[in-house]
């Protein structure tokens, strides 16, 4: 979602601009592009769902655009991660209704 008053992107999309606290806006197509802002890598399975994947990371993406969001980086070792490290998202098909999006290095 971009503010059509000022340009700014939202994430999540949400019936204000943070910016300009214009209510007009328009979809646009994101880059799929941004670096890892912050990361942790979880060790301990809080969730009997989550053994199978411990250690897992979680990483704050801000994207080219400028919003940041929370995915886990994918396709590099956990000691890899670096903060600035340019990302790109990928999608997993968890249905033919919903994806999940995560990010890989670039």
């Known amino acids: 979602m971009r503010c059509a ?37 979880m060790h301990r399975v809080y969730h009997p769902a989550f053994k199978d994947y411990a250690p897992y990371n979680f990483a704050v993406i801000e994207l ?3 919003p940041r969001m929370l995915a886990s980086v994918v396709d590099c070792p956990n000691d890899r991660i670096q903060v600035g490290m340019p990302v790109e998202a990928v999608f997993d098909d968890l249905t033919e209704e919903a994806a999940l999006v995560r990010f890989r290095p670039r």
């Open 5 to 41: 008053s000022c340009g700014a992107h939202r994430f999540p999309a949400r019936p204000r601009c943070d910016r300009c606290w214009s209510t007009e806006f328009e979809w646009a197509r994101a880059s799929g592009r941004g670096i890892v802002h912050s990361f942790a890598v």
């Open 64 to 66: 080219d655009e400028g």
